[in-house]
């Protein structure tokens, strides 16, 4: 069995949380493999999914923006506030670990903090994929023992996961090292995706999906989460610097 910790996971049919999570768990079924899952709720409270998941409450530190925008907010009471929601977040899930693991074959976490961390700490024997995402390096590289962290996974043996080698090579300057000096093991994989959503169109359905969303000229399409970690502004400056005759449309979907 592969137990599989993250902070976000979709709690209801068309979720945009963590979908790319979900999306690895159905390759790790696919595989033959058994998974449990440890993931956040919500301060709407989460549901259980398909009996597969074990939700830990978490208020609104993952889903309502993002836990990075959370612990940048300039309000040194709320800072405060969210530091408190992710340390009862990260004990409740070590409670859940002590639980649960001894049934595990290995293990799956999906951004180092907390749940690479957690599983470094307190399944040390248990072979490790610790996926590393864009939102890791946004929050390791404020935090003042960023750096630290990120090396002190890397001395764990895990094999780190990344969906590009841009990601790999940002994650190496932050630590000063390579991963693999630390002991680490890399990996460059693209991320899970449904692939009844995402396909290769024919230039026929283009051409109607086009007209039915009223595109006449080249277009820009942007997705993700509604929050500054995104940097939709910095596209829309870059967009403004292109000559109004030869700019692109551009839609933002999140």
Request: net charge neutral; charged share 25%; glycine share 8%.
């Amino acid at each position: 069995m592969i137990g599989v910790l993250t902070t976000s996971y979709p709690r209801f049919p068309d979720d945009g949380a963590g979908v790319f999570v979900r999306e690895r768990v159905r390759v790790l079924l696919a595989e033959g493999s058994e998974v449990e899952i440890l993931a956040a709720s919500a301060r709407d409270g989460a549901s259980e999914d398909e009996g597969q998941v074990t939700r830990i409450e978490a208020g609104g530190l993952f889903y309502e923006g993002g836990a990075p925008e959370a612990l940048e907010v300039p309000e040194r009471l709320s800072r405060w506030l969210a530091m408190a929601e992710a340390a009862r977040f990260s004990l409740a899930m070590l409670g859940q670990l002590t639980l649960r693991a001894y049934r595990w074959d290995a293990v799956e976490s999906h951004w180092l903090v907390p749940c690479g961390m957690l599983a470094c700490a307190a399944l040390p024997h248990l072979p490790h994929r610790a996926h590393v995402h864009g939102g890791d390096l946004y929050l390791l590289a404020r935090l003042r023992w960023g750096d630290s962290v990120g090396r002190a996974i890397c001395r764990q043996k895990p094999v780190l996961v990344f969906a590009s080698a841009t990601l790999r090579d940002r994650f190496c300057a932050l630590i000063d090292s390579s991963p693999e000096a630390l002991g680490a093991q890399c990996r460059i994989e693209p991320a899970a995706f449904d692939a009844r959503v995402f396909y290769r169109r024919s230039a026929e359905d283009k051409t109607r999906l086009r007209l039915a969303l009223g595109l006449r000229t080249p277009t820009v399409l942007a997705a993700g989460r509604l929050v500054p970690i995104k940097g939709f502004d910095v596209l829309v400056a870059a967009l403004g610097t292109i000559p109004a005759a030869a700019r692109p449309e551009l839609v933002i979907a999140g």
